[in-house]
């Protein structure tokens, strides 16, 4: 039975944790998760995960380990680990946003497998979309590390040049989407809904908007074609909306956000 160290339970790491429970195939005493403040780690514990501020013993107790924790912790956390590596017991899933396999390897000095994952917040509703990558010679953590995150959500794996692109549109992702559905619930409550209710009837629509774009075979124009009747008021609303420059503000701000990612990954 695998059991998981999740190094640095902040939002992320707790989210992972909980998700992996929710989703039936790990008990809480499965995973260890750690954080400095491990006294903040007191409801997980009181949920039966294993807790501490000591990395060093939750990867003696682990399997495979995941490390959680923000770009600029990450020399600490891996310091304390690195001693305690075993390339024949452990796997390693690094979800810190613009940190390279070459760097991590860098700093750990072992070939234990590696994988890079790179998850957004809907892992807390098991609705992420997780990218993930790993060089030649982790392909079986890559698989392993595909089917954990299978259980919190859509998996893709991709070449490790494009975990900045997937850091954009997945992760930061996350932020654009919402504020499409913040601004249509705005435009809402100005043509006559309660501002509860407006939010309500945007988020809805766009997850039915997004449900059938998932659909097998589906493609979003097509959608589109059948709600746009000639001279009708889905069609004035769309146009208006691209004179004033929706698709080309959505591709150039994720242009600019894939950028700023790929500085984290080149520093
Ligand atoms: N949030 C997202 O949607 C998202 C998506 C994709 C990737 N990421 C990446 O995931 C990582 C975590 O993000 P987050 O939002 O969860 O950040 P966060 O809330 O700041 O969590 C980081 C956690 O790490 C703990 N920590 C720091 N140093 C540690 C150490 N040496 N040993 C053990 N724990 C330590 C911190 O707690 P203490 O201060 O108590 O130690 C904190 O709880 C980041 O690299 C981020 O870029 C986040």
């Avoid at 949920?47 to 959680?68: E, F």
């Avoid at 890559?142 to 089917?147: K, M, Y």
């Avoid at 097998?216 to 146009?239: F, K, M, Q, S, W």
């Amino acid at each position: 039975m695998t059991k998981l160290a999740v190094l640095g339970g902040g939002n992320l790491g707790r989210a992972l944790a909980l998700g992996w429970v929710a989703a039936g195939r790990f008990k809480p005493s499965d995973i260890r998760v750690t954080r400095r403040q491990a006294d903040k780690l007191q409801d997980l514990a009181e949920l039966g995960y294993v807790t501490s501020g000591d990395n060093a013993a939750a990867i003696r107790d682990a399997d495979l380990i995941i490390l959680a924790v923000q770009p600029q912790q990450l020399d600490d956390l891996l310091a304390d680990i690195a001693g305690g590596l075993d390339e024949r017991k452990h796997r390693l899933i690094s979800v810190v946003t613009g940190v390279s396999i070459a760097q991590i390897r860098s700093r750990i000095g072992t070939r234990v497998p590696l994988v890079l994952a790179m998850p957004n917040t809907a892992v807390s509703i098991r609705e992420s979309m997780t990218c993930l990558a790993a060089g030649d010679e982790s392909e079986k953590a890559l698989a392993e590390a595909t089917a954990l995150f299978d259980l919190v959500g859509r998996t893709l794996v991709i070449q490790e040049e494009m975990m900045a692109p997937a850091t954009a549109l997945c992760a930061c992702g996350v932020a654009f989407f919402l504020r499409c559905i913040r601004a249509a619930s705005q435009g809402g409550i100005e043509i006559g809904f309660h501002p509860e209710d407006a939010l309500l009837l945007a988020s809805q629509t766009a997850r039915g908007a997004a449900s059938l774009s998932l659909r097998e075979g589906a493609h979003p124009e097509g959608e589109i074609d059948r709600v746009t009747t000639p001279r009708g008021c889905t069609i004035v609303g769309l146009n208006e909306m691209e004179h004033r420059g929706l698709s080309s503000a959505l591709i150039k701000g994720l242009i600019v956000s894939a950028r700023a990612a790929e500085n984290l990954y080149s520093e």
